[in-house]
């Protein structure tokens, strides 16, 4: 299963990690596993066209962490709508992936 782990603190958001794997299918058919790395990448890449010190990021074998490091409107709005996009997906495979 995804785990999407969001921390939040009073209106803005802080850090993502986005861990394992959504177990729908066999590694690279896997469809969920597919969604939402094309939901973060986009986003992650997004953010840092935009503004190359609004966020870090540390990926590995397991999974991506995000660390915003900016309160600002866009990079919040970016953030929002990534976390909607993935729980939307959670919607449709709660099986597979969840968002905290």
Not at 34 to 52: E, F, P, R
Request: proline fraction near 0%; glycine fraction near 4%; charge should be positive.
């Amino acid at each position: 299963m995804v785990t999407v782990k969001v921390v939040k603190e009073k209106q803005f958001f802080k850090s993502v990690q986005v861990l394992g794997h959504a177990m729908y299918d066999e590694y690279g058919k896997d469809i969920v596993c597919s969604a939402v790395s094309s939901i973060v990448i986009t986003t992650v890449n997004a953010i840092l066209s935009l503004d190359s010190k609004s966020i870090t990021y540390l990926a590995s074998n397991k999974g991506l962490s995000i660390k915003i490091l900016k309160e600002d409107r866009i990079t919040q709005t970016l953030i929002r709508n990534m976390i909607r996009m993935l729980k939307e997906l959670e919607t449709k495979y709660k099986e597979n992936i969840i968002v905290k």
